[in-house]
């Protein structure tokens, strides 16, 4: 095995965890997979013959791309909705799947972490998802110790605000279904009894058209009657909708034809639905790795 070998199976014992830091950097799989394939190439032309850490090495080259692709990006609209990782609920976890297992990190998390400025969203996901020190993170964002400890207590503090979901497969699964059967009944009273009453609906369109449901407006619905009002969506594609695991929690798919037109994440708090996070957007549904 020559040199070059040796160094790609080092590599891909650290791309799982790779993939998992850029993916909660940047809420794309696509762009995640290319930070990664960018730190290969990084890799691939240094010489790390002083490297004591390949891990640590490898994991700051691939935070310094995604902070670089954060800082590029155009200003996000309040309903961006990340993109989804979703599986069967009765098929193993793949790759991708493996990468969210690590926190089990939520579709309405990242929504949160969709609304840092680039460095605190970098200072957060690595001190308080990956453990990487203050010292570590400063020679990232170029700032010191002290100032990188502040990005991330700002994040921590606008995180701490969400209502974390209880993270219960079982039950939550039991609420899942509830919703689906009252949707496909167009029960509106049992739809509002699962609603907490300040639940927040996030639908992301993109410029898509839902060809069963009319045009796809990209929204944001505040209050339970207000998103029971919406039950006609949910009804007119209820058909179509089946349980899936989004990113490790139940959730639902909605399949046309083979295609797959939605990705529907709820937070689950005491038994109430507190968030809804739709992915509308067929243009971006279609570049996800869904399994058959």
């Not at 990084?42 to 791309?65: A, I």
């Not at 990468?99 to 949160?112: N, R, T």
């Not at 690595?126 to 993170?137: N, Q």
């Not at 009657?225 to 039950?231: K, L, Y």
């Amino acid at each position: 095995m020559d040199e070059h070998d040796q160094l790609a199976r080092q590599f891909e014992k650290h791309r799982g965890h790779l993939r998992a830091v850029a993916y909660r950097m940047l809420g794309s799989l696509a762009e995640a997979e290319d930070a990664v394939q960018e730190a290969w190439l990084r890799l691939s032309r240094s010489d790390t013959s002083d490297v004591g850490n390949l891990g640590g090495w490898l994991t700051t080259v691939v935070s310094r791309v995604c902070l670089d692709t954060l800082r590029s990006r155009k200003s996000r609209r309040e309903q961006f909705v990340p993109d989804p990782i979703v599986t069967r609920e009765d098929s193993g976890p793949g790759p991708e799947e493996q990468a969210v297992q690590v926190d089990a990190i939520g579709l309405a998390l990242l929504v949160v972490l969709e609304t840092l400025a680039p460095a605190e969203r970098l200072a957060f996901v690595l001190h308080d998802m990956f453990g990487v020190s203050f010292d570590e993170i400063a020679s990232i964002v170029n700032k010191s110790p002290a100032a990188t400890r502040q990005l991330a207590s700002r994040a921590r503090r606008r995180v701490q605000g969400r209502p974390a979901g209880d993270g219960d497969p079982g039950r939550q699964r039991e609420v899942v279904n509830a919703f689906l059967a009252a949707s496909r009944g167009g029960d509106f009273e049992a739809l509002l009894e699962l609603l907490a009453p300040d639940v927040v609906l996030r639908a992301d369109a993109g410029a898509a058209t839902v060809e069963l449901a009319g045009p796809a407006v990209s929204k944001v619905i505040r209050g339970a009657r207000a998103v029971v009002e919406q039950a006609m969506m949910f009804r007119r594609m209820s058909p179509y909708t089946e349980l899936a695991l989004v990113n490790g929690l139940p959730g639902t798919a909605t399949v046309v034809n083979g295609r797959l037109m939605g990705v529907m994440d709820l937070t689950v708090v005491d038994g109430k639905i507190t968030e809804i996070n739709i992915l509308a957007d067929v243009d971006r549904l279609e570049q996800l790795p869904i399994p058959a």
